[in-house]
């Protein structure tokens, strides 16, 4: 994949995660933040701010998750993008894109990165937040996204759980970093190593962290007690994904998810949240994931199963759920 080098398109790919045969997942570069009070610059406002995503990122799905169930979805509008044929990173396929804030219309992801910062260099990833008032952009970091969406908007959304309560955040940290190195991590390592060694050392340490969580949620409902937290949405779009995307096209094949009762039941426990469903359209994540110019190199050829039944009951309600 190519990237923006002095803000003009660059097919080289020396900024790859996978340069040297290992993945290693590379630091975003914008980092800044909205806050309630708008001390950052970036005060929290309807209408204001653009989410770019990709139903193909795992990544970026945890900001779409949490457009959901932040109940954001009048005040920050989505706008998806998919990889482009044309080998300009994520493009606009359905057309020209007009940049809110601006008068310019654009066909690729990277003229964005390029029109809230001039000359960067940099990978061009989503997901991405724009500010459309001082036409930069915020954040192209979805854990701190994420961050932003669970408190800066609280003011002017209707009333939802906290996802990071403060007695939790220990726990939360502990769990996002297991998720994070093993999973989050870990799938990309075996799907995307380019090395016998490094492909075997991720799948070992997928899978021993599958196993753990599997042994942890035989405890209790959720991963940090009997509530939802951020941990467990950090976790779901890697889970959602494992047996029609990583065990087929990623080599994560030692197990299926559907192997582990107390990991698959607690996939359809979070799949069944109101509002999920909307932002789990397995197929389209299939269709780019498995496309020529999809992150495995693939063939366009869309496997048709295994077949996961999302909407079957789960068996979670054994545990107590704080509401
Ligand atoms: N820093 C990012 C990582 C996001 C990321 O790696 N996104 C991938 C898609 S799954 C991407 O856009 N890759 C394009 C590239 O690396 O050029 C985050 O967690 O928000």
């Not at 570069?29 to 770019?52: K, W």
């Not at 606009?92 to 654009?106: I, L, R, S, W, Y």
């Not at 799948?203 to 599958?210: G, K, S, V």
């Not at 942890?216 to 007690?225: E, T, V």
């Amino acid at each position: 994949m190519g990237h923006l080098l002095d803000g003009a398109w660059s097919f080289e790919d020396h900024l790859s995660e996978t340069a040297t045969g290992k993945y290693i997942k590379k630091p975003s570069q914008f980092r800044n933040a909205i806050t309630a009070d708008g001390s950052s610059g970036h005060p929290a406002e309807a209408g204001r701010y653009v989410l770019y995503s990709s139903i193909a990122c795992p990544w970026a799905h945890r900001t779409a998750l949490y457009r959901v169930i932040k109940k954001l979805e009048d005040i920050i509008p989505l706008v998806n993008t998919e990889q482009s044929p044309a080998e300009q990173g994520w493009a606009f396929v359905d057309g020209a894109h007009n940049v809110p804030g601006t008068d310019q219309t654009v066909n690729f992801l990277h003229a964005i990165y390029a029109l809230g910062e001039p000359d960067c260099t940099t990978r061009v990833t989503v997901p991405l937040l724009w500010d459309s008032k001082t036409c930069t952009i915020v954040s192209n970091e979805s854990s701190e996204i994420i961050r932003m969406f669970n408190t800066e908007f609280a003011a002017i959304a209707e009333p939802t759980p906290d996802y990071y309560p403060d007695p939790l955040r220990d726990q939360i940290e502990v769990m996002n970093k297991k998720i994070l190195d093993g999973i989050n991590n870990g799938v990309n390592g075996s799907g995307r190593s380019k090395t016998q060694d490094a492909y075997e050392e991720s799948i070992e340490l997928l899978f021993t962290t599958l196993d753990e969580m599997e042994d942890h949620l035989s405890q209790q409902r959720y991963l940090c007690g009997d509530t939802q937290t951020e941990a467990d949405w950090r976790l779901y779009p890697n889970l959602i994904r494992f047996d029609p995307i990583y065990y087929v096209g990623y080599k994560c094949n030692l197990r299926h998810l559907e192997d582990y009762p107390n990991l698959s039941n607690y996939l359809r426990d979070l799949y069944q949240t109101p509002g999920i469903e909307s932002v789990s359209d397995i197929y389209s994540m299939k269709r780019q994931v498995f496309s020529a110019n999809g992150p495995i190199g693939a063939n366009g050829v869309v496997p048709l199963g295994p077949v996961v039944d999302l909407t079957r009951p789960h068996d979670r309600d054994r545990f107590a759920h704080a509401a």
